[in-house]
């Protein structure tokens, strides 16, 4: 969600105070849900922010043993591989045996 419609969403959802636009590039991890709906979450920097749960993404999680297959969009791929060790020409193989067929 971009910041101005971050700010636009607290209304009425324990509003905004300036420093919430860091919760943007941060992870944070949810402590309780309130009777209202909206989420409370606690940030690396100790910080507890009352959160509109409409501006919340559930970031899923990886367990030993879990079976995955890699996504068999290039262009999506490569963006996703931004800031997570990027792109290497390699790669190109898998997705090639996922698609059957030539890129």
Do not use: C
Not at 17 to 41: H, I, N, P, W, Y
């Amino acid at each position: 969600v971009e910041l101005a419609e971050f700010q636009r969403m607290q209304e009425g959802h324990g509003g905004w105070a300036g420093q919430m636009s860091e919760a943007l590039k941060r992870f944070g991890k949810v402590t309780s849900v309130l009777g209202s709906g909206d989420v409370r979450v606690v940030y690396p920097n100790k910080k507890t922010w009352i959160i509109n749960p409409a501006a919340l993404a559930k970031v899923p999680t990886f367990s030993i043993g879990d079976t995955v297959r890699v996504i068999s969009d290039e262009a999506e791929m490569r963006s996703l591989q931004e800031g997570h060790g990027g792109w290497v020409d390699d790669m190109r193989s898998q997705l090639e045996s996922i698609r059957g067929a030539s890129l």
